[in-house]
């Protein structure tokens, strides 16, 4: 039936649209220009979907086509089918034939190839000759389903066996433990730890040895070894051995060697440190000088305290720290201890300065002037200060009391030491520190307000105050503020004496000497030993004191029944004038006066509660010297 008798033909439709292209006639005049564009945009779009007329060559091509792939898939199902029923007839299996149709035939004929065999020794060939093992040691079978599937299913095979002879490779299953455990003494006799290329400086010469590879077994290509080899006939099995390289070869060692170690120990290297110059040996280099391997290269290492030992070997009495120039005392003379320069080198200086010089044939000098330390105090600076000789010395003797021992002890620490240059002034508060318990000083008893004793932090340090300005006195310092006890200790000399108080209250004196003036403070248990140090400008200075005037007994008796009351005893109030005098030639070419006033010290009575207080009037008893006596201090 034709496509005319299929199909009858369609009914006229006046209201329908025409089947072909719209043109300029057939548009409404109502519609854009834009609209009919993309109108007819769309019907030639259209037109071209439509379906290309195939001619009869190009159906014929397709259809021979689908012929091929068919026959091809059905020729590669046909041999599928073929080859899980049928072994190809040019299989082989250990050199057998072992083609035919699958059955328990097949598996007979593989028993029969190799039952003689499955059971026998295995024979390994090794370094160190034949060793045996059984294959129940390791772990050996043979699996047949295994081999049988691997042959029926794999159509590769089948088609290669189809036109060549083929041999199949076995599955052969082995226990890996078994294995090793039974191959032990192999293992042993071929495992080697691979042994470096060495490089050492021996005695200034370089010494090298030779590098070693090491061995170890390789199990893949032994096992592999193994299933090509067991139940084939003529075929034998091998311990494979793998080499180890070792991590530093010889020519690494070569190489270190003639761009390094053979130039280290050619010639000594000389060293400058400041003004001082050592040779420094090859064979001492060589002992310093290390190689050792690193991952995959040789390493140089540099031992600094070789280098260090052979400079205190040669420069005796080396210092790691300057030592300051000081002074020493012999009598009454003052003599500089000169200053010596330390050395002191910082991690990798040395290493760093002489690498260089390592790999130089010539000019092998090294300057190593930055490890030079200098001293803080040089010999010169002291010298400069013109300190030659004792100027004067006081020693302060007091009764002991712990308080006492600490605080003089610890404002003599301070004060020890101390230079006045030309000029300068000293200040006893700022060289002894405020008195607190931060800066060392305890409690004790001192003179407070209205010349009465009093406790608090500082107590007696007016005797190393006392003992200093007598010193200066001496040794014909300037006085710039200096102030005695409002009443008189008994154990300080009347007028020449001296207090201080934290902050208003201070001693100071002025070195009015053309030279400094070094304070030197040693303390003892009980007592304190001022000495001044300079260059003398008079042959000897003395103190005149006169006669003690406008005596004061206006003594009032005071009963305190308070439980800090510190007792005391009654003295009168005078004033006395000392006079320093210069000396030069046997002649005195200077005096100045010094007047001191001390204030009566009234009579306090310290009572406990209900004691009855004494009547008695207060006395004062003259001294020998016609001096009043001074109020003892408990």
Partial sequence: MSDKEKTPPAKKNKSAAPKHKLNSKTRSTKVSPLVTQELDELISNLELLKPVKKDWKYRIGEFIGQLILTAVALILLGCYIWSITVVPPNTKLFGYEIGSELSPNVYEQINIAVKDKVNDPINFQTPQGTFTVTPQQIGLELDLPATVNGISKNILIFLKSAIFSTEIKPTINLDENSFKIALSKVITDNTKTPINATLA??????VTTEAVSGTQIDWEKTKKSLRESWLYEGRKAEVVIAYIPPAVSNEDVNKVRSNLA????????????????????????????????????????????????????????????????????IGDRVFVIPAQEGIKFKPGQLDAALSPAFRQKDNRVVNLDSAVVKPLITTESLDALG???????????????????????????????????????????????????????????????????????????????????????????????????????????????ATVSWPKLDLKFRNNTNNSVLIKAIPARDGITISMYGTKEYDRITAKFGEPYNLNNNIDVVNSYDPNCLPQDPAPGFKIVVTRQFWKNNSIVQSENLTTSYRPSDNIICLKEGEVAPSANPSVVPAASGVPQPVPQS
């Avoid at 400086?201 to 370089?206: A, D, I, L, S």
């Avoid at 290297?269 to 050792?292: C, D, M, Q, Y």
């Fill in 201 to 206: 400086t021996q005695g200034g010469k370089v």
């Fill in 262 to 329: 053979d130039l280290a120990v050619a010639s000594p290297i000389t060293l400058k440190i400041g003004t001082r110059s050592i040779e420094i040996s090859p064979e001492v280099i060589g002992t310093a000088l290390n190689f050792v391997p690193n991952k995959e290269k040789l390493e140089s290492k540099f031992d600094e305290t070789v280098i260090v030992n052979e400079i205190s070997r040669q420069i005796p009495n080396i210092q790691t720290t300057a030592s300051d120039a000081k002074f020493d005392f």
């Fill in 387 to 497: 300190i030659k000789e004792q100027l004067s010395t006081f020693r302060q003797d007091f009764d002991y009391l712990p308080y006492r021992e600490t605080n003089v002890g610890q404002a003599a620490r301070y004060m020890d030491g101390k230079i006045l240059k030309p000029g300068e002034i000293f200040s006893m508060n700022e060289t002894i520190k405020e008195r607190t318990t931060k800066n060392g000083y305890v409690k004790g008893i001192y003179i407070g307000e209205g010349g009465r004793f009093d406790f608090g932090l500082g107590g007696g340090v007016s005797i190393i105050t006392s003992a200093t300005w007598t010193a200066a006195f001496y040794a014909g310092l300037e006085r710039i503020e200096q102030r005695a006890h409002s009443v008189l200790i008994a154990r300080y000399t009347p007028g020449l004496e």
